[in-house]
Structures are given as C-alpha cells and as structure tokens.
C-alpha cells in the first residue's frame, strides 16, 4: 500500500505565501498523476491542482489558476503546491493524492495537512 505524507500547512495571512509538500513512500512511475486536493469544514473535498510524472503536465482549478504552482521531484518521489497570494477561502484540510492510471479515479490518499489563511 502506498502511503501518502503531506506537510508545510500552517496558519498565514492573506496575501502570504505557503509551500506543502508530499512524499510517497515507494517510487512514482512514469504513468501516475499525482494531485492536490482540499475540504473545508462542511463542505465537499474539490479538485486544486495535478501533474503527470512523465511529461510534467499540469492542471489547476480555476480558483487557484495563477496563484498556485504544483510540481514534483522524480528522484524523490515528492509532489509540491507553492501557494502565493492566499486568500481566507484557500482555508482548508489539503491532501495530496495518487493516480496509479489502472483505477477509475485517485487510488491513494494522504492524512492532509491544515491551511488557515487569516484575514
């Protein structure tokens, strides 16, 4: 089973700037996705932002599209959100996920990581 660590939340002003990171325990192949994912108290988890392993293809949600980057290092198997310009509705529980590409869907979850963006 792969086993998903999310780190680098924490409480920031609007406007301020953080960095999560992602670490999967075993290799990510060339084929996987590996994606962000938040949920705010009562509401449904939604999509933030994913990229391919191989090729580096990135997609966002157009609620962060300019604000936030994802990215990965393939060498050790992390996946990174930089998130600039926050804003107090960017409050939220963010997961990283996995795509292995044989399942419908993202197979693997982190524990999530809290983002508290104050105004």
């Known amino acids: 089973q792969v086993q998903l660590v999310e780190s680098g939340g924490g409480l920031v002003q609007a406007g301020g700037s953080l960095r999560l990171s992602c670490v999967a325990s075993e290799r990510i192949f060339r084929t996987y996705r590996m994606g962000w994912f938040r949920q705010a108290p009562g509401k449904e988890r939604e999509f933030v932002a994913s990229i391919t392993w191989s090729g580096g293809d990135t997609y966002y949600a157009d609620s962060v599209k300019g604000r936030f980057t994802i990215s990965r290092d393939n060498a050790k198997n992390t996946v990174f959100l930089q998130m600039n310009s926050l804003k107090p509705e960017d409050t939220a529980v963010y997961y990283c996920?996995?795509?292995?590409?044989?399942?419908?869907?993202?197979?693997?979850w982190g524990q999530g990581t809290q983002v508290t963006v104050s105004s």
């Open positions: 996920a996995l795509d292995s590409r044989v399942a419908s869907g993202y197979e693997y």
